[in-house]
């Protein structure tokens, strides 16, 4: 019998942190998968390693900039093709090759690539969880007419579709994502004024990009992935729910209208899930160590507390009222996290500063892409002022 052909890898955001645990399955799972294309905004010493390691014949650095200090250096391998820009990110997501595009870039800038790459039929590992919340819509639709297959690569729904996959949607209930609360989760809440850019970015269980891990303290993190699972999953907000989990072991609950409750674990890294993701519908040996129930496990589960969160709130009343609401709170959120990181505000006025740009945008039917992109913009200005 023949082996089965390897699955041809393009990688959009391969420099960061799920790059990084990408190319761990990628070392471990060489004779089922191959890169053919890899994209960074503008690591170029960290892009042409990855070129080198994995004779990657296609390379994208988004930044113009960059790009063109790249071409200077040449340092990336003769067989590479290197393009800049953030049209070429488009080309390298539709490449005639690619069999599955893994997005994990950081931000709403991933819609349009990913986009791309849905109406080119392409399968779809979708990490960025920003591109369904402001553009989830026009996602969905688009995977419906190409018959991409979109395949939940954040932990949460990469849980909830291992545990929804062959069960009928009538037979949903509810669905509970699991969230570790972030490290200030037992911080008096007195002292979360204090809070600066390098505790926000240590996270106690992941290791993550600086991003995310300031969205999971402020659990922005979690109202992002509710919107997410909405998309994914075509449940309404009111069936979607947020447990905290100290642990990250439970990845997220699924219930049934019976009352049964499915749920998947395994340790905290983004390996598994995204193995799970680049395999699919095979298995194969994780790359690194599982669960082990010889030694003794604790797992708790508490309702999150709002006042510590105002975000949760803020985003699951944006998606509760829909249309732009969305759009605006993750454009918002991105500003407040990058003037945050650079101590241009507080920890505490993340929160205000969404709620300030939410309260100024008045909530437009999302009646086109063009719309979104355009209140995206809006909001990103207002919260920048
Ligand atoms: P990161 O900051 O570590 O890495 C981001 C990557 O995207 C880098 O390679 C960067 O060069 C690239 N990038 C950024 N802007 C780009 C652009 N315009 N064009 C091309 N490349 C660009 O972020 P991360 O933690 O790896 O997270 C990536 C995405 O995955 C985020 O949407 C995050 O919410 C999601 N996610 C991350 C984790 C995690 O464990 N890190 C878990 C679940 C979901
Ligand atoms: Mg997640």
């Given at each position: 019998m023949l082996d089965a052909p390897k699955k041809k890898l393009v990688l959009l955001g391969a420099t960061g942190s799920i790059g990084h645990s990408t190319l761990r399955v990628l070392r471990a799972h060489s004779d089922r998968l191959e890169?053919?294309?890899?994209?960074?905004?503008?690591?170029?010493?960290?892009?042409?390693?990855?070129?080198?390691?994995?004779?990657?014949?296609?390379?994208?650095?988004?930044?113009?900039?960059?790009?063109l200090t790249a071409k200077k250096a040449d340092n990336f391998p003769s067989y590479t093709n290197l393009d800049g820009g953030?049209?070429?990110?488009?080309?390298?997501?539709t490449l005639a090759d690619a069999d599955i595009v893994l997005v994990a870039v950081?931000?709403?800038?991933?819609?349009?690539?990913?986009?791309?790459?849905?109406?080119?039929?392409?399968?779809?590992?979708?990490?960025?969880?920003?591109?369904?919340?402001?553009?989830?819509?026009?996602?969905?639709?688009a995977a419906r007419r190409s018959g991409a297959r979109l395949?939940?690569?954040?932990?949460?729904?990469?849980?909830?579709?291992?545990?929804?996959?062959?069960?009928?949607?009538?037979?949903?209930?509810?669905?509970?994502?699991?969230?570790?609360?972030?490290?200030?989760?037992?911080?008096?809440?007195?002292?979360?004024?204090?809070?600066?850019?390098?505790?926000?970015?240590?996270?106690?269980?992941w290791s993550m990009g600086p991003k995310i891990t300031v969205d999971s303290a402020t659990m922005a993190n979690k109202g992002l992935e509710l919107i997410e699972a909405h998309w994914l999953f075509g449940l309404a907000p009111e069936r979607l729910e947020v447990v905290i989990h100290p642990q990250s072991i439970v990845h997220s609950f699924a219930q049934f209208?019976?009352?049964?409750?499915?749920?998947?674990?395994?340790?905290?890294?983004?390996?598994?899930?995204?193995?799970h993701c680049l395999l699919y519908p095979q298995r194969a040996p994780a790359v690194e160590p599982t669960l082990d129930f010889s030694q003794s496990l604790q797992l708790d589960f508490k309702a999150p507390d709002h006042s510590r969160y105002p975000c949760?709130?803020?985003?699951?009343?944006?998606?509760?009222?829909?249309?732009?609401?969305?759009?605006?709170?993750?454009?918002?959120?991105?500003?407040?996290?990058?003037?945050?990181?650079?101590?241009?505000?507080?920890?505490?006025?993340?929160?205000?500063?969404?709620?300030?740009t939410l309260n100024e945008i008045s909530c437009r039917k999302a009646s086109s892409l063009e719309t979104l992109l355009q209140v995206d913009a809006e909001a990103r200005l207002r919260a920048r002022a």
């Open positions: 890169l053919i294309g890899v994209a960074a905004l503008s690591n170029s010493h960290a892009l042409a390693e990855i070129c080198h390691e994995f004779k990657v014949p296609h390379a994208v650095l988004s930044d113009e900039a960059a790009y953030s049209k070429a990110l488009s080309a390298l997501a950081v931000g709403a800038c991933g819609l349009i690539p990913t986009l791309a790459a849905i109406e080119a039929g392409k399968d779809i590992a979708l990490a960025n969880k920003e591109l369904l919340v402001l553009g989830g819509a026009f996602v969905i639709a395949l939940p690569t954040d932990s949460e729904h990469n849980a909830i579709f291992q545990c929804t996959e062959g069960h009928p949607q009538q037979h949903l209930d509810k669905l509970i994502l699991t969230a570790s609360g972030g490290q200030f989760r037992d911080w008096p809440i007195e002292t979360l004024a204090q809070v600066t850019p390098a505790q926000a970015t240590q996270h106690p269980n209208i019976d009352g049964s409750i499915l749920a998947q674990l395994s340790p905290p890294s983004m390996t598994f899930a995204i193995q949760l709130a803020l985003a699951y009343a944006a998606m509760q009222e829909g249309g732009c609401g969305p759009a605006i709170f993750n454009a918002a959120n991105e500003v407040a996290v990058a003037r945050f990181l650079a101590k241009d505000i507080g920890y505490l006025e993340i929160p205000q500063l969404i709620e300030r």
